[in-house]
């Protein structure tokens, strides 16, 4: 089967690879479309602590935003788990589901977690991916083409406004407008009294409008003390200061975006304001519920997309990561297409 991979620091393939293997408990499932974003990125570029502390090696087939079909179970499918032939996303975060962690509802916490495409678990972007049976969602029919790969994102802005207890009497303001944070407002718009974006790039400020924001400020001309709940999603490291300084009293800072750099902020100011601050680690538990948001059309994947590119050739790959890596002027996802005819070797 054809498989995208990672070989080398800025170096990618397209390679034939063994179908996986059926084992106990795994589905195989046959991928359609697969997300590139940042994430995979830092794969390339060298700079991902899953690298930097072992966890993932080279040659690697990325691939964690992902959706497909089932194509086959290793052995008896257990109760209304998805038939084979019909439409699925797989969840990135896989956890044990034994652990002291898993059972306390924190998943994210397990002792033995394992995630597609960035550590532990083969990644899905090649014709099949083997991931445990109860890693997968079905989707329902008549979502429009693209939508599956872009679940994976939005269940950590669900899981940001869920934490955060959004209310419909809240003022939002989402700092970044790349793919989550293109959600985030879409999410908002929906379910607060207003929400402004706030970026660097106008491109993207000019998409968070189209996505449902009532306002687009520059980064610079940001109202301070305006808001009650930022959800921070750029993963710049000023981005979290910036965040204390918009919220209000009692406020509420989601950090969904993940910035390496140090900062410096005077700790008791969180006090003295009363100000939340959450750490939002993956929305693994909110699969459903963020389908469910897509098929009534409050999330929405088509604005975001800024290309599908078929995985044909080991250029096509080059090519995908190629228009992450140049910045943007439009739409922030980049897709991978499986979704032509197999290539196989037996």
Request: with cysteine; net charge negative; proline share 7%.
């Amino acid at each position: 089967m054809r498989a995208a991979r990672i070989t080398g620091l800025r170096q990618t393939d397209l390679a034939e690879v063994p179908v996986p293997a059926p084992a106990p408990g795994t589905v195989l499932v046959r991928t359609r479309q697969v997300g590139i974003c940042g994430t995979d990125l830092e794969i390339l570029h060298g700079t991902s602590a899953f690298l930097q502390d072992g966890r993932t090696t080279f040659p690697h087939v990325f691939g964690h935003e992902w959706y497909g079909e089932v194509a086959a179970y290793a052995d008896d499918p257990p109760e209304g788990a998805p038939a084979v032939g019909s439409p699925v996303v797989g969840r990135t975060m896989v956890p044990c589901v034994r652990c002291a962690a898993c059972h306390a509802g924190r998943p994210q916490r397990c002792a033995a977690l394992r995630e597609t495409g960035l550590y532990g678990l083969q990644g899905a972007a090649a014709d099949y991916v083997r991931v445990p049976t109860h890693a997968l969602t079905p989707l329902p029919a008549g979502l429009p083409e693209g939508t599956g790969a872009l679940i994976e994102p939005a269940v950590s802005v669900v899981e940001a406004y869920s934490r955060a207890g959004l209310a419909f009497d809240d003022r939002v303001a989402v700092i970044g407008t790349g793919t989550m944070g293109l959600l985030a407002v879409q999410f908002a718009h929906h379910y607060a009294a207003a929400v402004d974006a706030v970026g660097i790039d106008p491109a993207g400020l000019d998409l968070a409008l189209g996505c449902g924001a009532d306002a687009a400020h520059h980064a610079d001309e940001v109202p301070e003390g305006a808001y009650s709940l930022i959800v921070e999603a750029s993963g710049a490291a000023s981005a979290f200061t910036a965040a204390l300084r918009m919220a209000r009293r009692g406020g509420r800072v989601a950090l969904v975006g993940v910035a390496r750099e140090p900062v410096s902020f005077v700790p008791g100011e969180l006090s003295l304001q009363g100000v939340d601050v959450l750490g939002i680690q993956h929305g693994v538990s909110h699969y459903d519920r963020t389908v469910a948001l897509f098929e009534r059309g409050v999330l929405e994947a088509g604005p975001l997309v800024a290309e599908v590119v078929a995985a044909e050739s080991a250029d096509a790959v080059r090519h995908a990561f190629a228009l992450l890596e140049r910045g943007r002027s439009g739409p922030p996802k980049v897709l991978l297409d499986f979704g032509g005819p197999l290539v196989t070797r037996s």
